[in-house]
């Protein structure tokens, strides 16, 4: 009998460890549990705190850059370069995509005339925090953001 109660404890601590570090992961609320979908967290007016474009800190760059993304499934991104007199301003639909790894942003490219989809890669998605990657025109920019 006290070899059972000394084995009952190993396994006991062994099924508690996921659980004890699940700080660590991507997702501050999940994804194994979540209190609020990555819908409801990532819906918010989020301002980049940091820009990254191929590993270089840019972020004096922006006097602003910017997102805002509905539940419904509207957003607006935002990007006022430092200098500039008027902000650029994209809107369109989003929604989750790559097992909802990803964010798809579908929008009007003024300049080109065409639909354009841009897929940002979630990094790290908590209540406060949003961690976005993409690709654009050949360079890789890396968002970290904060809610307004």
Not at 12 to 22: C, K
Not at 75 to 89: C, L, M, N, R
Not at 110 to 120: D, F, I, N, T, W
């Amino acid at each position: 009998m006290n070899t059972i109660r000394p084995l009952a404890m190993v396994l006991s601590l062994a099924l508690a460890m996921p659980l004890l570090f699940t700080s660590c992961r991507k997702y501050a609320d999940g994804p194994t549990i979540s209190f609020r979908s990555k819908e409801e967290r990532i819906a918010n007016n989020w301002a980049a705190t940091f820009v990254f474009r191929n590993n270089i800190d840019e972020t004096a760059r922006y006097e602003s850059f910017n997102f805002t993304f509905i539940k419904s499934g509207a957003f607006t991104w935002t990007v006022k370069p430092a200098g500039a007199t008027e902000p650029v301003i994209l809107t369109g639909t989003w929604e989750l995509a790559s097992v909802k790894e990803q964010i798809k942003l579908t929008y009007f490219d003024a300049a080109s005339a065409e639909v354009r989809l841009l897929y940002m890669d979630i990094l790290k998605l908590y209540e406060d925090e949003i961690w976005l990657g993409f690709i654009s025109e050949g360079d890789q920019y890396d968002l970290k953001m904060f809610p307004l």
